[in-house]
């Protein structure tokens, strides 16, 4: 989640962006944007640890709630415009509709602290029925001052409304001015995720915009509801992902292409005009014009070429595939290097594992691969060779050979078009 508001934060021109962690989320650094810096700090220390990280030249702090992965960058620059030059603090407030209030208007777990400080006492307070959102900006010199005044990192009521509210109770004590300006964003911005639901409907949220931002793009989605989409997805135009699709992680979708349904890409990347239909992806890539599916499965360090057809029931494990390739039914390649223009049969599987290591497979191009061959790794077929049905190949295959049995032999020259193919003596098929 804190990613989220360290992304808003640097587009609101934030700079240094620091995140807090105690040492149980230390390991936070390696979600956070490359120019973010992780603080780790203990107890009521973590706020000097912070601000002994900031340089001197910074004149104004914002603190934002980590735990605010909605939060707007237009929101963040809004408050740090407002802020008065005299003010230490500018909070932001929003009113009886808390985003954390249930359906019968109770605020439950997570519900921020009622904010009451306000500078200008001469007329109605605006803001006297508001909350504290967990956001505010400070002035450098006063934080630097009065950092001791915050709650322990790890006290059992700790959360950023409680430091927000003990600096802004501080400053009241000191007679300092404290200006709030009202939340006028959406409400679901200043959504704090306290518990599961709350995480849910942030969820929620982050999907329903990404999905928007899609179709803003150019992207036909036939159900918008029933596609998920991480906003670290990129998809191309004139894309159409029908239902139940799921795009995730660095993903990346070319234009013309066409997903779907019942599609998950993990990790993968597809250049334009890609099928793929009723298959999981998981970091693996296709060139332009490649069809997949229906009930595929590409695994990691698969990459398949231009033309390329992978159909039902095919597996693919770590396999480079040549363009023009077919691998149309019911079978696996796992560690193998597969030619230009080479056909596997159904059933063919590639033998890679021998219990304690992987071994590769190579495949040369034009190569014909019969249904049902056992290739038992590490072994080569030569390009435009040809193996028979139902064979286990323990020996490598010459090009333009032709190879059948169990264990397979080689037992003449593959014929080619308008050819009559040869077989040696005493090998013809039978003897």
């Known amino acids: ?19 807090v962690c105690d040492p149980q989320t230390a390991g936070l650094h390696a979600y956070l944007e490359p120019n973010s810096v992780c603080v780790t700090a203990r107890d009521s220390l973590w706020l000097e640890a912070a601000l002994a990280a900031v340089p001197a030249s910074v004149t104004a702090i914002l603190l934002v709630d980590g735990a605010m992965p909605l939060l707007s960058s237009a929101t963040m620059a809004h408050l740090m415009q407002s802020r008065q030059a005299a003010a230490v603090a500018l909070l932001a407030g929003f009113g009886a509709e808390s985003p954390h209030a249930d359906a019968e208007g109770a605020n439950r777990g997570g519900a921020p602290h009622s904010l009451t400080a306000r500078h200008d006492t001469t007329t109605a307070d605006p803001l006297k029925d508001s909350e504290s959102t967990g956001i505010a900006v400070f002035a450098r010199s006063w934080l630097q001052e009065h950092c001791r005044a915050v709650p322990p990192l790890h006290a059992d009521s700790h959360q950023p409304t409680d430091v927000i509210a003990a600096l802004a109770a501080c400053a009241r004590s000191a007679g300092a001015p404290v200006t709030s300006v009202r939340h006028m964003g959406a409400t679901e911005e200043l959504l704090q995720v306290a518990d599961r639901a709350d995480l849910a409907q942030a969820e929620g949220v982050l999907r329903a915009r990404s999905r928007a931002r899609a179709m ?22 004139d894309v159409t992902i029908l ?39 998981e970091g693996a890539e296709a060139d332009e014009h490649v069809r997949i599916g229906p009930f595929a499965h590409l695994r990691p360090g698969t990459v398949v070429g231009a033309g390329v057809e992978v159909g039902n029931f095919a597996e693919l494990k770590n396999t480079r595939v040549g363009p023009g390739a077919r691998i149309h039914h019911v079978g696996y390649l796992g560690d193998a290097v597969i030619g230009a223009n080479v056909n596997v049969g159904a059933g063919a599987i590639t033998c890679n594992y021998d219990g304690k290591d992987k071994h590769a497979t190579e495949i040369g191009a034009g190569a014909f691969i019969g249904s049902g061959t056992l290739l038992v790794a590490p072994v080569r077929v030569g390009g435009n060779a040809m193996t028979g049905a139902g064979s286990v190949v323990t020996r490598d295959v ?12 080689v037992r003449g020259v593959r014929a080619h078009s308008g050819e009559a193919g040869s077989e040696s003596a005493g090998e013809q098929r039978g003897a």
């Open 1 to 19: 989640m804190a990613a989220y508001p360290t992304h808003a934060a640097r587009a609101a021109g934030c700079s240094p962006v620091l995140v």
């Open 216 to 237: 803003r793009g150019g992207v036909t989605l036939v159900d918008p509801a029933a596609v998920w989409i991480d906003d670290t997805v990129t998809i191309g135009r």
């Open 243 to 281: 239902p139940n699709c799921h795009l995730y992680g660095a993903s990346a979708v070319g234009d013309n292409c066409v997903i779907g349904p019942n599609t998950r890409l993990q990790d993968s990347r597809l250049a334009a005009n890609v099928v793929v239909a009723d298959s999981v992806l």
């Open 398 to 409: 010459p090009p333009s050979a032709k190879a059948y049995g169990v264990p397979a032999r």
